[in-house]
């Protein structure tokens, strides 16, 4: 999909991506090598997605909105209960009796964080943040993917400054190790 345009219009392109990805888990055979590829390429996109949203979108939540520091910590912690599955699931084959649970489980999350977000947190932004902020958090948000892990890391800092620290060289250790066992191609 393509992506660009404002953080509101980024982050929806993503959570439709993340959508279609589970919609072929669900097609692909069980047990399967794709299944196990497209649970790897779920867990690439939602990471990136969620440190992303953490290095830039969250602060511009409790700096812009009312009640914004309990906005962005209950989103910090639904995206802790995602990455949690998805380090569960970086453990585990296809073909395992807990795989197929934990990705429904993992489904069924995401989709309550997405409906929160679209639903409730991006009308208030659109709303309450001016449009050239929203374009520039658009870009940063673009430009975070890119160094963002790519890999679960439950145990890393989820609030600037640390993440904003931090998330660059897990990516990059990420990457290398993405490009070595061939993750994610």
């Given amino acids: 999909m393509g992506h660009g345009g404002d953080v509101i219009q980024e982050l929806t392109t993503d959570h439709r991506e993340v959508d279609e990805l589970f919609g072929q888990f669900e097609d692909a055979l069980p047990g399967s090598a794709d299944r196990k590829r497209l649970v790897d390429a779920i867990t ?79 009308p ?19 430009e975070a993917k890119k160094t963002a892990p790519t890999r679960p890391h439950p145990a890393a800092p989820s609030k600037p400054p640390a993440n904003r620290l931090l998330a660059p060289g897990l990516g990059l250790v990420d990457r290398a190790r993405d490009y070595v066992t061939g993750r994610g191609r």
């Fill in 44 to 122: 690439i996109e939602l990471v990136r997605h969620s440190v992303a949203e953490e290095m830039h979108l969250y602060p511009a939540v409790r700096e812009h909105l009312e009640e914004g520091d309990a906005l962005a910590d209950k989103e910090i912690a639904d995206h802790a209960r995602v990455e949690q599955l998805l380090k569960d699931l970086e453990e585990r084959a296809p073909d395992d009796t807990d795989f197929d649970r934990l990705v429904v489980k993992l489904k069924t999350e995401v989709t309550s964080h997405v409906d929160d977000e679209e639903n409730h947190l991006f």
């Fill in 124 to 142: 208030q932004l659109r709303n309450h943040v001016h449009s050239y902020i929203l374009e520039s958090l658009g870009e940063k948000v673009r």
